[in-house]
């Protein structure tokens, strides 16, 4: 299971992290992403971090702004959000892969992740 929270209100260019705490002894050789999903639209990719430590991916309107980053001793991934605008509210949700071997192109894609943390709001103000 997957348990999310840090979301809040923030006034845009504000920052606010987020933490996804993972239970079970997977985390450790699974891939974790955020995706989020603004009222009205389709849950879009954010962020994936692999499991074998290689260089983040991220979404090209969150890249420089958000970083993703993993603790695997405490079984939680994290986002870091700087610079926040107002496009970015959206419930954020995080996500762990089904297998332990994502090839890089497959990273965005939600059908890649089987376990979803239940959502987290974040409201930017303008």
């Known amino acids: 299971q997957l348990q999310a929270s840090g979301g809040g209100l923030v006034q845009a260019g504000g920052s606010l992290r987020l933490s996804c705490a993972a239970s079970?002894?997977?985390?450790?050789?699974?891939?974790m992403a955020w995706f989020r999903q603004a009222p009205g639209k389709e849950r879009e990719f954010v962020a994936a971090?692999?499991?074998?430590?290689?260089?983040?991916v991220y979404a090209d309107s969150v890249r420089g702004r958000f970083t993703i980053s993993r603790d695997n001793a405490k079984n939680t991934v994290y986002l870091q959000m700087s610079s926040l605008k107002f496009e970015d509210t959206a419930v954020y949700y995080c996500a762990m892969s089904e297998t332990s071997s994502v090839i890089l192109s497959e990273l965005r894609k939600a059908y890649q992740y089987d376990t979803w943390g239940q959502g987290t709001q974040v409201t930017v103000s303008s």
């Open positions: 971090v692999r499991w074998r430590g290689a260089v983040p």
């Open positions: 079970g002894a997977t985390f450790n050789r699974r891939d």
